[in-house]
Nanobody
């Protein structure tokens, strides 16, 4: 099983990026998939979750209205569209599969110990 994140880069405040999480060795639509991020000196935090089981999504308050998560089951890929980027969005972004629950209904969806199949991450830097 391998998750590969891509699409990160350097962008100015207010800019946009689209991150991709491509999976191999596992079918993504069986799991709830979450994007996490980790800034230097901070704990890894949940950003957004998507479930193909009931089409549910969940967003951290800090990104609600700016980020959109989606899935292309045919491509076995989950995306994170990020608009209105802020310097505080600077972090390494990771995707992972929830091995405990298939749904995304609350902040409990971001419980890191429930997750496996972590990718290597992609760096997002928001700076002028």
């Amino acid at each position: 099983v391998q998750f590969v994140e891509s699409g990160g880069g350097l962008v100015q405040p207010g800019g946009s990026l689209r991150l991709s999480c491509a999976a191999s060795g596992v079918t993504l639509d069986y799991y709830a998939i979450t994007w996490f991020r980790q800034a230097p000196g901070k704990e890894r935090e949940g950003v957004s979750c998507i479930s193909s089981a009931d089409a549910s999504t969940y967003y951290a308050d800090s990104v609600k209205g700016r980020f959109t998560i989606s899935a292309d089951n045919a491509e076995n890929t989950v995306y994170l569209e990020m608009n209105g980027l802020k310097p505080e969005d600077t972090a390494v972004y990771y995707c992972a599969a929830n091995l405990i629950s298939r749904f995304c209904h609350s902040a409990s969806s971001f419980t890191r110990r429930d997750y496996g199949y972590w990718g290597q991450g992609t760096q997002v830097t928001v700076s002028s």
